[in-house]
């Protein structure tokens, strides 16, 4: 596991929280937001170095994956019943979208060094990722129609660290954003 220099000062009552299926409002700083969520863990696992939390956010009226790391406050929360029917109801819905939604789309990807060491760190698409020679990498994964925008950011954000090669829909969207960045720029 790659050494980091953080601090996770509430990553003890985190796991008993957990352990004690509670509900928790935590003070979240995220890349957008610094705010009150409200959740439930469900789990808490290391990777890449970090410390998660998968957990119900009422906020986000789904699951999502949080780093423990960012969570600046964190105590037990009042009206757990109201929240657990929620839950509840968040996952019959889940349910039923999931039902409806498209299949996955087919994403692959050539990588350099810099650009597979920041793909690996993420535990969703880590291991989808193989070594083609020493220079070069090739990430092959499945993209959940739900997650399009996150991969269009992602892989515009590697640069020159990749080059997708299919769907040429995401091509399309990286190169899109990469003429508006020119567009900034231009003088």
Same mark, same amino acid.
């Given at each position: 596991?790659?050494?980091? !220099?953080?601090?996770?000062?509430?990553?003890?009552?985190?796991?008993?929280?957990?352990?004690?299926?509670?509900?928790?409002?935590?003070?979240?700083?995220?890349?957008?937001?610094?705010r009150w969520l409200q959740m439930k863990p469900g789990r808490v696992f290391t990777s890449g170095g970090f410390w998660y939390?998968?957990?119900?956010?009422?906020?986000?009226?789904?699951?999502?994956?949080?780093?423990?790391?960012?969570?600046?406050?964190?105590?037990? @929360?009042?009206?757990?019943?109201?929240?657990?029917?929620?839950? !509840?109801?968040?996952?019959?819905?889940?349910?039923?979208?999931?039902?409806?939604?498209?299949?996955?789309?087919?994403?692959?990807?050539?990588?350099?060094?810099?650009? @597979?060491?920041?793909?690996?760190?993420?535990?969703?698409?880590?291991?989808?990722?193989?070594?083609?020679?020493?220079?070069?990498?090739?990430?092959?994964?499945?993209?959940?129609?739900?997650?399009?925008?996150?991969?269009?950011?992602?892989?515009?954000?590697?640069? @020159?660290?990749?080059?997708?090669?299919?769907?040429?829909?995401?091509?399309?969207?990286?190169?899109?954003?990469?003429?508006? @960045?020119?567009?900034?720029?231009?003088?």
């Open positions: 596991m790659p050494k980091r !220099n953080y601090t996770a000062p509430y990553l003890s009552e985190l796991l008993t929280y957990t352990s004690e299926a509670r509900w928790l409002k935590v003070y979240y700083r995220s890349e957008h937001h610094r939390c998968e957990a119900y956010s009422i906020t986000h009226g789904e699951e999502r994956t949080f780093r423990v790391d960012r969570m600046d406050a964190l105590e037990v @929360m009042d009206g757990a019943a109201e929240a657990e029917e929620q839950l !509840n109801k968040s996952v019959q819905e889940r349910k039923a979208r999931v039902q409806q939604e498209e299949a996955p789309i087919r994403i692959r990807a050539k990588l350099s060094y810099l650009g @597979m060491l920041r793909a690996e760190q993420d535990e969703h698409i880590g291991e989808c990722i193989r070594a083609v020679s020493d220079e070069e990498w090739e990430l092959d994964c499945r993209c959940p129609s739900s997650e399009w925008q996150w991969f269009i950011r992602f892989f515009y954000s590697l640069g @020159m660290e990749a080059e997708v090669l299919e769907p040429a829909a995401l091509r399309h969207e990286i190169r899109q954003i990469a003429l508006q @960045m020119c567009d900034r720029y231009d003088e």
